[in-house]
């Protein structure tokens, strides 16, 4: 089992940056795909982006493309976001997710996740 903590979210600026940070406890992280996803008041869940186990393949999706890359480091057992270019629109609740499967932009083949962390960007 993998338990996930997230941590760094805050309020910014629009034009700032954050890095978010996914802590992962368990022995499967190293062999885990992860993601992250995010989810604004009265909307669905939304992938951001996803990262291979080997960090050699990486997902995103178009709204944070150039702006947001993903990142792990499976010696610390954590996945960082590091976001730049902050825009209101990026206001949410962030998760990170472990696959034990292939890295995928489907929240549902993602089994576990982290509680969330706030990330609001003001005008």
């Known amino acids: 089992q993998v338990q996930l903590v997230e941590s760094g979210g805050g309020l910014v600026q629009t034009g700032g940056s954050l890095r978010l940070s996914c802590a992962a406890s368990g022995r499967t992280f190293s062999g885990s795909a992860m993601g992250w996803f995010r989810q604004a008041p009265g909307k669905e869940r939304e992938f951001v982006a996803a990262i291979t186990w080997r960090a050699d393949t990486t997902y995103y999706a178009d709204s944070v493309k150039g702006r947001f890359t993903i990142s792990r480091d499976n010696a610390k057992n954590t996945v960082y976001l590091q976001m730049h270019s902050l825009k209101p629109e990026d206001t949410a609740v962030y998760y990170c997710?472990?696959?034990?499967?292939?890295?995928?932009?489907?929240?549902?083949?993602?089994?576990?996740w982290g509680q969330g962390t706030q990330v609001t960007v003001s005008s």
């Open positions: 997710a472990a696959s034990p499967g292939r890295a995928t932009i489907i929240w549902s083949e993602y089994v576990y």
